[in-house]
């Protein structure tokens, strides 16, 4: 009956409506403390099973754009969310081809495609409510194997105000090329040359549109699982039989199928990694959560491999307004006691994020950003030992040291 008074169907809402979660009352609610999470909530497993079905297929999906007009339209329903949320206040209506889900128990919003139409969209989770002004993001989970798992346990741990996970791989539906080595942020090289394109050309991608080079991480290869231990929507992994252009080799398709597959992975590799394209439905969330809550931290978090760094654990860096460092390195290198938490750019002078997207618009939006590169050995105990991502979670809470932990205000 509430869905039906509310102008939704199981759950999820495309006009405004009450929703679980919200107030009677339409106004903004009163002041809420923030209280910390308990242990084994089960808050990751409740959303690790909203944002499965929203990732399936995103290894292989060729992601999409929003145009100027659905970036106006996109980024004002987020905002408006993200408001709405806070105050617990019925959510705003969804554009076309997005949706609003409120997760059953629990105050939570999930924000996404409807599934008409897969464009590789983020999957956005607003709390409703009390929260803590903190913005957690995923950019790679395909690649960077174990951020998905991570990014969950710290929105718990921290009560976060929202969580940006990406839904298509970050080489636009094509296999990691073999190629793509030395690929860090901030360090020398770009995209590999992915073959001939159709005309005959062989155009080296590292550059994105507009200029500028446009590095990304060290090859991880395209990984079995989604992080969680568990196969991604039955998604196979790359193996041995498959080109660089994303087209299957000896057995395989025609060659006008296969300059098809590598005209779309050209197209969509301008804005397919979204950390570092200039236009995403990604950085539209990004942007739009800045402008509904002025100043609010960001930890957006990456992997990279052991070889590329064989000191480092975690390598983190931080810009913007209100940005301090040693907020988050104190008690990483609290829990990780052996000297391998290093800092960017003083103690190692690779993977700091210098060309990450989200972290150029916090700065000049005025708000903090923290980017976290977790080596593969870290990230690998911290899928399988709960306890330890548990406590891995706890430490990003010197984040939001000076703000207030209560309800944002209105």
């Known amino acids: 009956m509430l869905f039906a008074i509310a102008g939704c169907s199981q759950g999820v809402c495309r006009s405004i409506g009450s ?20 242990v084994n909530s089960g808050e990751q497993e409740v959303l690790d099973e909203e944002i499965t079905p929203l990732r399936k297929g995103g290894r292989h999906l060729i992601a999409e754009p929003p145009d100027d007009a659905e970036e106006v339209t996109y980024a004002a329903w987020i905002a408006a969310a993200g408001l709405a949320a806070q105050n617990r206040q019925p959510p705003p209506a969804a554009p076309p081809g997005f949706a609003l889900r409120a997760v059953r128990g629990r ?7 409807d599934g008409t139409r897969r464009r590789g969209a983020a999957a956005v989770v607003l709390r409703v409510g009390a929260a803590v002004p903190l913005i957690v993001e995923a950019p790679h989970t395909f690649f960077d194997q174990g951020t998905l798992p991570v990014a969950l346990a710290i929105f718990e741990a921290q009560r976060a105000r929202a969580l940006i996970v990406n839904t298509s791989h970050r080489y636009g539906g094509g296999p990691n090329p ?23 050309g062989r155009p080296n991608l590292g550059a994105p549109v507009g200029g500028g080079r446009n590095p990304g991480h060290t090859a ?3 990984e079995s699982t989604d992080g969680a231990g568990r196969e991604d929507g039955g998604d196979e992994a790359v193996d041995g039989n498959t080109t660089n252009d994303g087209a299957q080799g000896t057995g395989g398709s025609a060659r006008g199928d296969n300059r098809a ?15 570092h394209a200039e236009r ?11 402008q509904s809550f002025p100043g609010t931290p960001t930890v957006q978090l990456h992997g990279f491999q052991d070889r590329s760094a064989p000191n480092a654990a975690i390598i983190a860096s931080a810009v913007g307004q209100g ?3 040693d907020r988050l390195l104190a008690p990483l290198r609290a829990f990780i006691n052996d000297g391998k938490v290093l800092a960017y750019p003083t103690e190692i002078d690779r993977l700091g994020g210098a060309t990450n997207v989200q972290a150029r618009w916090s700065r000049q939006m005025g708000a903090p950003f923290y980017h976290v590169e977790m080596s593969r050995t870290l990230r690998d105990k911290l899928i ?15 984040l939001t040291v000076g703000t207030s932990r209560m309800r944002d205000p209105g």
């Open 19 to 38: 929703a679980p979660g919200a107030a009677p009352n339409p106004g903004a609610a009163a002041e809420e403390p923030v209280t910390a999470a308990p």
């Open 107 to 113: 105050d939570l919003w999930v924000l996404s495609e």
């Open 384 to 398: 399988v030992d709960t306890d330890f991502r548990r406590r891995f979670a706890a430490a990003f809470s010197g």
């Open 323 to 325: 940005a301090a460092l």
């Open 280 to 290: 995403s439905f990604f950085l539209s969330v990004h942007r739009a959560l800045l």
């Open 220 to 222: 991880e290869g395209d």
């Open 178 to 200: 073999r190629n793509a080595s030395a690929d860090e942020d901030g360090a020398e090289g770009g995209r590999p040359n992915l073959g001939a394109a159709v005309g005959g």
């Open 261 to 275: 597959s590598r005209e779309r992975l050209i197209a969509s590799l301008a804005f397919a990694d979204v950390a």
